[in-house]
């Protein structure tokens, strides 16, 4: 595949992109990537939130149950890259850094 690279960074990403593999994704097809956002209290302000939409659309919002911290979500439908995925989760925490949130967290059902 044209633009492939399987020599991804020593890094929790690149460990995925690892796995990923492993398991014969298919990286030609396109594909809804999950983002979550933690924040460092529950409920994440509203201005962030309304931000967040603004940004990347529909939004879903996970309070916190037994199971974990509360965290807020978004998809993006594409294919899948390391250069994708760093590129939006940076941009993501860039932008709810002043909400106390960061994206450092992702998945692909596949």
């Not at 933690?38 to 509203?46: V, Y």
């Not at 390391?82 to 925490?93: H, I, L, P, W």
Request: glycine content about 12%; some cysteine.
């Amino acid at each position: 595949m044209k633009g492939f690279t399987d020599d991804w960074p020593d890094d929790a990403d690149g460990g995925v992109f690892r796995n990923l593999a492993a398991d014969a994704f298919d990286f030609s097809k396109k594909y809804s990537v999950d983002y979550n956002l933690d924040f460092a209290s529950w409920p994440p302000p509203a201005a962030g939130v309304e931000l967040l939409r603004t940004l990347y659309g529909e939004l879903g919002l996970y309070p916190p149950d037994e199971h974990g911290d509360g965290y807020v979500q978004f998809q993006i439908l594409g294919k899948v890259s390391y250069e994708g995925v760093t590129s939006v989760q940076r941009q993501a925490t860039a932008a709810m850094s002043q909400f106390g949130g960061a994206c450092e967290s992702w998945g692909v059902m596949h």
